[in-house]
């Protein structure tokens, strides 16, 4: 009987023998510098959050990806044809040019999220080009992990956030009471009588949810098990995550009840949450192995996972056929110039239309009168504008309060860019109790009249109504992503990215109806804006 003891793919003599290096070392380096240039800025805005709490286990995903399809190394040595043929592989190229151009957009529109995705795509193209689909067939899985490291765009952060603190919080409080104790919940403050426990954005579970995902995906990529199995693993990630950290919050009131407020604050809180993420990871692998106890094919615990390692023997990289394929090479010709001409946008200079600067913003416009506000040093540098004002304007007839703040940024690529309120208000504390749209009487544009987002938060019994559009090169937006559309048009079309946020504040007494707010801000804007032309310019 022939032994089978070891029964990996071996290579045939004449192919490991073939290849000409020189080419194949040529257009990877190529394809890498491409590749690196053209998604530079996404790269070093994802890196800077692997420093955050959430990403923290993202600088790990690239380096286990790779392990994962070195892996593979006998399997796609295996896939390639002799003659170094790969069914397929002229459609990676159509996948590259896609993702390159999924870059230039994500570029001249300042959405990261896309030119981060982008980037994955062009690595699943590139892949498909050089191996073709059998070969990709082999490591789709391990090129899908990548996507956790690439952070949620901030405005589905934060709505995911707030769900998360309202479930955590609802489910805390069940916690405490099954103890006996009294407590109130308002929101997402915890009302223990002698202390109040806010559970803040950090608490929402966020930080171990992301990890957890990642760490379940890669348990269901190696777990020996049907395909429901895997699934159902990696599912569960969820509710695990969701059920410990409204375990961590009950038990913290607990605690804060019985021997006072310091057993939420310090060490001890940031203890609790390792162990919380320890017992989340215990209760995965017990999930594993009571999966593994009732499936038809039980095995020990050594053997529940696959973490083969290649015959090294054949060299540590596979060898993909004597010379590189044409698909291979028009996609790393395809990198290379699309990374020098990254180079070249990237040294394009806006034009920048002539206007006023907003510290001449007149403090007195009509019946109003205003007094200017500065913002602090550490809010400027993460917002990154380029000018702005920010007044409080009261009217002399006693119609009450306007705060105006219009942020101007002569280039919005780079990251530099607008922020939506929509996504800062929850951020800061406040309720959104109404999101919708209404047209200010008397207020006129190119395009008829003026349409604004309509906001009305709430903090405790605060309550205010906001109005806010992006002034964009003689646009009035009131939607995000066709903000980022017009800049991607108009920077390829008329090198200008310039444009504004106007916001517009007013605050609502106990008693006043939401329609009296809304006048006061009509009869600001019909005021002010015939002269904000001046300070961002159509």
Not at 245 to 254: D, E, K, Q
Not at 264 to 279: S, T
Not at 331 to 337: G, N, P, Q, V
Not at 370 to 376: A, F, K, N, S, V
Request: glycine share 10%; charged share 20%.
């Amino acid at each position: 009987m022939p032994d089978m003891s070891d029964a990996r793919p071996r290579v045939e003599p004449a192919r490991r023998a073939g290849g000409n290096a020189g080419s194949w070392f040529l257009t990877f380096i190529l394809a890498i510098a491409g590749l690196g240039i053209v998604f530079w800025d996404g790269l070093v805005f994802m890196a800077e959050h692997w420093d955050t709490e959430e990403y923290s286990h993202g600088s790990l995903i690239p380096i286990i990806a790779a392990f994962l399809v070195w892996q593979q190394k006998d399997a796609l040595q295996a896939a390639v044809q002799p003659d170094g043929r790969r069914a397929g592989a002229a459609v990676g190229v159509g996948v590259v040019l896609f993702g390159l151009f999924a870059g230039l957009l994500g570029e001249l529109s300042t959405v990261y999220l896309i030119l981060q995705y982008g980037f994955l795509v062009t690595i699943y193209g590139a892949a498909l080009s050089l191996v073709g689909w059998r070969g990709l067939r082999l490591i789709w899985a391990p090129l899908l992990y990548l996507v956790f490291m690439v952070p949620l765009p901030s405005f589905l952060y934060v709505n995911l956030s707030a769900e998360l603190q309202l479930i955590s919080s609802q489910i805390g409080v069940a916690v405490i009471r099954l103890f006996g104790i009294p407590v109130f919940l308002e929101g997402n403050v915890i009302d223990l009588g002698i202390y109040k426990l806010q559970v803040v954005e950090a608490c929402s579970g966020l930080r171990y949810l992301f990890p957890l995902m990642s760490f379940g995906y890669l348990c269901a990529y190696l777990y020996r098990g049907p395909l429901w199995h895997r699934g159902l693993l990696f599912a569960a990630t969820i509710p695990i995550t969701i059920f410990m950290n409204s375990i961590r919050i009950g038990v913290i009131g607990i605690l804060v009840d019985r021997w006072g407020i310091e057993q939420a604050e310090g060490a001890l809180h940031l203890f609790e949450g390792w162990v919380v993420f320890m017992v989340c990871v215990a209760i995965l692998f017990a999930g594993i192995v009571i999966l593994n106890r009732f499936s038809r094919e039980r095995r020990p615990l050594a053997e529940m996972f696959r973490i083969d390692l290649p015959d090294l023997r054949n060299g540590w990289v596979p060898r993909l056929g004597r010379a590189p394929g044409r698909a291979w090479i028009v996609s790393a010709l395809l990198l290379a110039t699309a990374g020098a001409a990254s180079l070249f946008l990237a040294d394009r200079s806006n034009l920048l239309p002539p206007r006023e600067e907003l510290s001449a913003f007149p403090l007195r416009v009509g019946d109003w009168h205003g007094q200017r506000r500065t913002i602090e040093p550490p809010v400027l540098r993460t917002l990154k504008l380029t000018d702005y004002a920010l007044m409080d304007f009261i009217n002399s007839k006693g119609r009450g309060g306007v705060n105006y703040y219009v942020a101007y940024y002569e280039s919005q690529r780079k990251g530099e860019a607008v922020h939506s309120p929509r996504s800062c208000i929850p951020g800061d504390g406040w309720q959104i109790e109404y999101l919708g749209k209404t047209a200010v009487d008397g207020v006129t544009t190119g395009s008829g009249k003026l349409i604004v987002n309509r906001v009305v938060i709430a903090k405790g019994e605060t309550r205010q109504v906001v109005y806010y559009w992006f002034a964009q090169r003689g646009r009035h937006l009131t939607n995000e992503y066709l903000v980022k559309w017009y800049l991607f048009w108009d920077g390829l079309t008329r090198n200008r990215t310039d444009g504004a946020l106007v916001r517009l504040v007013t605050p609502l007494g106990r008693n006043e109806p939401e329609s009296a707010a809304d006048g006061r801000l009509g009869d600001f804007l019909r005021d002010t804006f015939p002269i904000l032309n001046e300070y961002v310019p159509d």
